[in-house]
């Protein structure tokens, strides 16, 4: 028990002055800019995209804040999106692969190949062998209709 508890002419009241000379400095992360270099970014990006890998022990592990390497991934999204656009290259769609034929559609090439292309509504079958050039005519016509 305070000795001073009984005492009433004990002053009790709080001093607010401020100590000349104490600080206290308090670092919680990292405390300086770095600078990165491109193929060290690309590095933790496909480190971080690998399977079952979680994006917040990778950016641990570099000394990096989960929120940059999410940016960064964002980022090279972006631009290998904007690289397929500015290219031409075609981006890809999915494709199934069945062994069964549709019953309406026979088969009439001899080596029993065809592919099937499903745009919009339509949908064209090509046996055969067949010229790149017109089979793109048609693509291109069936898009610019549906």
Do not use: Y
């Not at 933790?44 to 940059?68: F, L, N, T, Y």
Request: aromatic share 4%.
């Amino acid at each position: 028990m305070s000795p001073h508890r009984f005492k009433t002419n004990f002053n009790r009241s709080v001093k607010t002055e401020a100590s000349r000379g104490l600080r206290v400095e308090v670092i919680t992360g990292v405390e300086r800019r770095r600078d990165w270099t491109d193929e060290e970014k690309l590095s933790i990006i496909m480190e971080s995209c690998q399977d079952g890998v979680v994006i917040s022990d990778v950016a641990r592990r570099h000394g990096m804040k989960p929120q940059q390497l999410f940016t960064w991934r964002n980022e090279f999204r972006r631009q290998q999106a904007a690289r397929v656009q500015q290219n031409g290259t075609p981006a890809f769609a999915p494709v199934m692969i069945a062994d069964e034929r549709p019953a309406a559609a026979p088969v009439s090439s001899t080596d029993g190949a065809l592919i099937e292309i499903a745009i919009g509504g339509a949908t064209i079958r090509v046996s055969g062998g067949v010229d790149a050039k017109a089979l793109a005519a048609v693509l291109r016509a069936v898009k610019a209709a549906t």
